[in-house]
């Protein structure tokens, strides 16, 4: 199935929850999308994907080490991720606490398997971040990014 996936890992339920308000962006604009947490994904299913989002909350100032598994494990299918389109979210417990550096370096990666990301010039540039639960703020950042995502997939496909 093409569309967009959107790949996370959540401990306390943070991060799962703007999953799903990124998920509610994508739908909106008439995407398919699939949310699955990481431990429930498998990387030869994001292969037919047109958009992958990856979120994590932030631990250390970086990504979960269940996420970074992931990734490190997708060298396999370097060059296969090529022309999709990417994006990143995170959560974290403290301002200050990294979530931008999450962010970036889950962008790292996807820049590296050759795939688009596309910034924001609004609020959040490089992807949502939330501190603890999701406010108003982050949840339309959230639903923001899935929406870029869809219509860039949109656009990519047509």
């Known amino acids: 199935m093409a569309g967009v996936w959107i790949v996370y890992y959540s401990r306390s339920g943070n991060t799962?929850?703007?999953?799903?308000?990124?998920?509610?962006?994508?739908?909106?604009?008439?995407?398919?999308?699939?949310?699955?947490?990481?431990?429930?994904?498998?990387?030869?299913?994001?292969?037919?994907?047109?958009?992958?989002?990856?979120?994590?909350?932030?631990?250390?100032?970086?990504?979960?080490?269940?996420?970074?598994?992931?990734?490190?494990?997708?060298?396999?299918?370097?060059?296969?991720?090529?022309?999709k389109v990417g994006g990143a979210f995170s959560s974290s417990g403290a301002l200050g606490g990294g979530n931008e550096t999450t962010v970036l370096d889950i962008l790292k990666a996807q820049l590296v398997h050759g795939m688009i990301v596309q910034g924001s010039p609004k609020s959040c540039h490089y992807g949502p971040v939330a501190l603890g639960k999701s406010d108003e703020q982050s949840k339309a950042a959230c639903k923001q990014l899935g929406r870029r995502v869809a219509l860039l997939v949109k656009r990519l496909k047509s």
Do not use: N, Q
């Open 16 to 83: 799962e929850a703007m999953a799903r308000y990124v998920a509610e962006g994508v739908k909106a604009e008439g995407v398919d999308v699939v949310s699955k947490r990481v431990e429930d994904a498998s990387l030869e299913e994001l292969l037919d994907a047109d958009g992958i989002i990856m979120g994590s909350p932030t631990y250390y100032g970086t990504m979960a080490a269940e996420l970074k598994a992931f990734i490190d494990e997708s060298v396999k299918y370097h060059g296969k991720w090529a022309g």
